[in-house]
């Protein structure tokens, strides 16, 4: 099975602009959670969808939004970037939504807020 | 705050020795499990145990895992270069639902050729 997948993979934006990252999930999963990763701040959880439903949410301000598309591909939406958005966006697929999940990342989305 | 926080933050080693990272967590825990990350790319899932386990094997991995102290720890032996890398723990809390897996900040592990 082809792995979880992003794109793109390096993006560069300028402040107050507005970007749209995709990930696809492992064929057949239907979770995918999306993280920002900053050096200082580790991995911050930002949402979860399980079949075209948000499950879960992390601590991030309204600008940042997702959804989830009926084959489970999933999308998140910054807008107004600043400067502190700059990170790796990572998204994670896993095969059932609950307990006990392995979940599967991408590659990552590197984003540069200049 | 971060439900898992991993110690210590950054360890350097030579090739060969062992290399033990600890993780600690605060509420109770369906299960814990260990990701490994190479420089600017996704995380790959190690290991995972569950709570009513207290060790798991994997090749050169050991994870263990003590509930009473909220504490788990992953053993590398036999290190190689090939083993630097950023390790995470990631706890899935028991809070009677579905509730998000949480990572701590990782440790990031050096081996020396």
């Known amino acids: 099975k082809a792995g979880v997948t992003q794109t793109p993979r390096y993006l560069i934006k300028t402040r107050g602009q507005q970007v749209t990252l995709s990930c696809s999930p492992i064929?057949?999963?239907?979770?995918v959670s999306w993280y920002q990763q900053t050096p200082g701040q580790g991995l911050q959880f930002l949402f979860e969808?399980?079949?075209?439903?948000?499950?879960n949410k992390g601590n991030f301000p309204g600008r940042f939004s997702g959804r989830q598309f009926s084959n489970s591909r999933s999308e998140m939406n910054v807008s107004t970037l600043e400067l502190g958005d700059s990170a790796l966006y990572l998204c994670?697929?896993?095969?059932?939504?609950?307990?006990?999940?392995?979940?599967?990342f991408g590659p990552g989305t590197r984003l540069l807020v200049l | 705050s971060q439900q898992g926080e991993e110690d210590p933050q950054a360890l350097s080693i030579q090739e060969g020795e062992n290399a033990t990272m600890n993780c600690s967590y605060k509420?109770?825990?369906?299960?814990l499990q260990w990701y490994r990350q190479n420089s600017g790319r996704g995380l790959v899932h190690l290991i995972l145990?569950?709570?009513?386990?207290r060790e798991k094997h994997s090749g050169r991995l050991r994870v263990t895992l003590d509930t009473s102290k909220k504490s788990s720890s992953l053993l590398i032996t036999a290190s190689r270069a090939a083993d630097t890398a950023s390790y995470f723990c990631?706890?899935?809390?028991?809070?009677?639902?579905?509730?998000?897996?949480?990572f701590g900040i990782g440790t990031k592990l050096q081996v020396i050729p």
């Open positions: 994670a697929s896993g095969s059932t939504r609950g307990n006990q999940e392995t979940q599967y």
């Open positions: 509420t109770s825990i369906n299960n």
């Open positions: 064929s057949g999963h239907r979770s």
């Open positions: 969808y399980f079949s075209e439903t948000q499950r």
């Open positions: 145990i569950r709570s009513n386990e």
């Open positions: 990631a706890t899935d809390p028991n809070s009677g639902g579905y509730q998000k897996v949480t």
